[in-house]
């Protein structure tokens, strides 16, 4: 029995179907009941759903795996977890991305330890021991510089691009984190092999310099740029209660002191195959794509997914204002709330939008 938090059920299935839809909806066929007859669905006995879909238009295939996850599942102190796991996803497994991973993994927890270490001194504040502080900042260094002899960097995307990929990417929002590629049709299994090792052995290499890397993404998209500043401000108000008023970026003083602990903890709860929908469509045989689905993802093991309370939105009794003030152009953003799927004027609101 699949166990599916409630706030997921629809949103999560009808927006990959929603993606399928346009093939329709530009030809101007059917826009729903004629593709709920092309789309194949099934659950694997690990809870793992996948839809085929048949387009015999080119020798291609994308392929789409979405788990259901995003910024509303972290916990107070913990935002911007499934944003860095996205990017962390790239970082290889025991297999990929790694010259000898018997090695490198005695660096990898030496790493975690200091750099645990390192982080638990800065929380200190003013009560920090300064030498301490430089003595373990001068350890993870030299850690970080002997592990990176072991390391074959972009190795996925190297993979991926050699064998024709193109559109290779990974999206987190507030519910859900994808990741997609596009390949030739005869690539499938390359694909399979690939994102299940990643599903069952990934390895987050490179953890605390990638922090920092997320930590600069901020800096250049919100605390720099007015849109992003504007936009963080706008969403903190229009959403009160509701963690959608949270970044999915997260805070700083939170995505500062990520660690490896909460996010494997994080990866191994949220990523399991019962959480995940795999869509496949292109240039396919639905039985020969499911005996590939199956040989590379039917062994994953499912996981009790906990459903985290989610707080209920209060209502809006009047207008709500933010200004930020920004060395820029004059700004103004308006927003509306309205119904989400799985209502119908959902997907209104959205032809609404693209009109204005």
């Known amino acids: 029995m699949n166990i599916i938090c409630r706030r997921y059920k629809s949103f999560f299935i009808i927006p990959i179907i929603a993606v399928l839809t346009l093939l329709f909806f530009r030809a101007g066929t059917s826009f729903s009941y004629e593709l709920e007859k092309r789309v194949q669905k099934f ?7 996948v ?27 913990t935002t911007g977890t499934a944003h860095f796991l996205e990017h ?4 290889g497994t025991k297999t990929i991305g790694t010259a000898n991973y018997s090695k490198e993994k005695n660096i990898l927890q030496k ?5 645990n270490a390192l982080d638990r001194e800065k929380k200190k504040g003013e009560q920090t021991d300064k030498n301490r502080l430089e003595q373990l900042a001068k350890q993870l260094t030299a850690l970080q510089e002997q592990n ?21 990417n990974a999206s987190t929002g507030q519910d859900v984190t994808t990741y997609q590629v596009s390949l030739p049709a005869n690539k499938i299994e390359l694909w399979a092999r690939i994102e299940s090792d990643r599903m069952m052995n990934p390895v987050f290499r490179e953890f605390y310099s990638e922090r920092d890397v997320i930590m ?9 740029d007015p849109d992003g500043k504007l936009m963080e401000q706008f969403l903190a108000a229009a ?11 997260g805070w700083p003083s939170d995505m500062s002191f990520l660690n490896p602990g909460y996010t494997k903890d994080f990866f191994n709860l949220y ?15 639905p039985s020969a794509t499911m005996k590939i689905v199956k040989k590379y993802f039917g062994d994953i093991k499912r996981q009790e997914i906990h459903c985290p309370h989610i707080t209920e939105e209060p209502p809006q009794y009047g207008e709500r204002r933010v200004e930020v003030s920004f060395d820029a152009n004059p700004q103004v953003t308006i927003g509306y709330h309205k119904p989400t799927l799985p209502s119908f004027d959902d997907y209104v609101f959205d032809i609404i939008e693209s009109i204005l």
Do not use: C, W
């Not at 790493?111 to 750099?115: E, L, T």
């Open 239 to 249: 959403f009160q209660s509701h963690p959608y008023g949270r970044p999915v970026l």
């Open 148 to 168: 990176k002899r072991l390391i074959i960097s972009n190795e996925i995307d190297r993979l991926y691009t050699e064998n024709g990929a193109i559109k290779l």
């Open 216 to 224: 600069e993404e901020r800096r250049q998209s919100v605390e720099s």
């Open 43 to 49: 659950i694997l006995r690990n809870g793992l759903t």
């Open 51 to 77: 839809l085929l879909f048949e387009r015999h238009t080119s020798p291609t295939v994308s392929l789409y795996i979405r788990h259901r996850v995003g910024a509303v599942d972290e916990v107070s102190g």
């Open 271 to 285: 990523h399991a195959p019962n959480n995940t929908v795999i869509a496949i469509v292109g240039d396919i045989d």
């Open 88 to 91: 962390l996803m790239f970082k």
């Open 111 to 115: 790493i975690n330890r200091v750099g």
